[in-house]
């Protein structure tokens, strides 16, 4: 996924309170994240026609895609699942990352689905182990997908509460070894690390010291919340300024970097508005500058 730091840019994951902001705003985005699952009705393995795209969802990706690029983050492959590889959904990503023209498709380096018989979705993306098996079940998957798709793909680490006993690898280690025998690049949440850093008891530039960098295609910042002892990822409004260092700490390491994504939950519209998200936007552009200059 290797690029010029002049082709980085600044994008934000689409809500549905973004519609119209997107409409007005578009001069100050590069690109547009876009979940693709909100703009289809999936009903599930061994369905005739599975999937159905919803008209209000391709009507504002149609008024979007001729402004602005737009790269998918996907949340229904579940490809961490044990018993579950779902090449129709990949096949349907395809077609939609070929409808819109997409520099790159994204998911999450968990699972959410169990396939043992009747099939369950927790709902949530539920992290795994970092253990060498995990590596050798998933390479091959991502070869599948980086094939069907034809072009970068990318897994976000995850945020996790909990953690595994003994684990063979660190997940620094885990990530490297695993972008690097698989090909794929890593989408680096870097509010994800700083949760698992506040709730872990670890030191999160440390962490990204430990990570090969030059592996992150695309970096995601957001803001949390503080719930029952926890520090949560909850996409709360403003992005955490603990995230803005870690970001100024990470960017000039990132060779290959294409975008910095911002991402907040839509029922915290109401703390941001407009003005709010050209704010965290000029942020990010701010410390994009600041790392080409390091």
């Excluded at 599930?44 to 895609?65: V, Y």
């Excluded at 430990?210 to 002892?229: C, F, N, Q, T």
């Excluded at 709010?276 to 701010?286: H, I, P, T």
């Amino acid at each position: 996924m290797a690029s010029s730091w002049s082709e980085c840019g600044v994008g934000v994951l689409f809500n549905p309170a973004l519609a119209d902001f997107i409409a007005d705003h578009a001069q100050h985005l590069d690109y547009v994240a876009v979940i693709p699952d909100r703009f289809w009705i999936d009903r599930g393995l061994g369905t005739d026609p599975r999937f159905e795209d919803t008209s209000a969802g391709e009507a504002l990706l149609a008024q979007a895609a001729p402004r602005l690029p737009i790269v998918m983050h996907g949340i229904g492959l579940s490809i961490c699942s044990a018993d579950v590889f779902d090449r129709e959904y990949l096949i349907q990503l395809e077609r939609w990352r070929a409808r819109y023209d997409c520099q790159w498709v994204s998911e999450h380096l968990s699972f959410s689905r169990i396939g043992a018989g009747h099939e369950t979705n927790a709902g949530i993306a539920l992290p795994v182990p970092f253990d060498r098996s995990i590596i050798d079940m998933l390479r091959p998957r991502i070869e599948t997908a980086r094939s069907i798709l034809g072009c970068p793909f990318l897994l976000e680490n995850n945020v996790s509460y909990f953690t595994f006993p003994d684990e063979d690898l660190t997940e620094p280690q885990f990530l490297n070894e695993l972008t690097r025998s698989s090909g794929c690049s890593l989408l680096l949440d870097l509010h994800n690390v700083y949760t698992n850093s506040r709730n872990h008891g670890f030191d999160a530039r440390v962490f990204l010291s430990e990570l090969d960098l030059s592996r992150v295609g695309e970096i995601h910042v957001a803001g949390g919340s503080e719930m029952m002892g926890f520090y949560t990822d909850s996409h709360t409004g403003a992005v955490n300024e603990a995230v803005w260092e870690l970001l100024s700490f990470a960017a000039p390491r990132c060779a290959n970097l294409r975008g910095v994504t911002f991402e907040f939950h839509e029922s915290t519209w109401p703390m941001l508005r407009g003005e709010g998200v050209l704010a965290q936007l000029e942020r990010a552009r701010s410390a994009l500058a600041a790392a080409r200059v390091a």
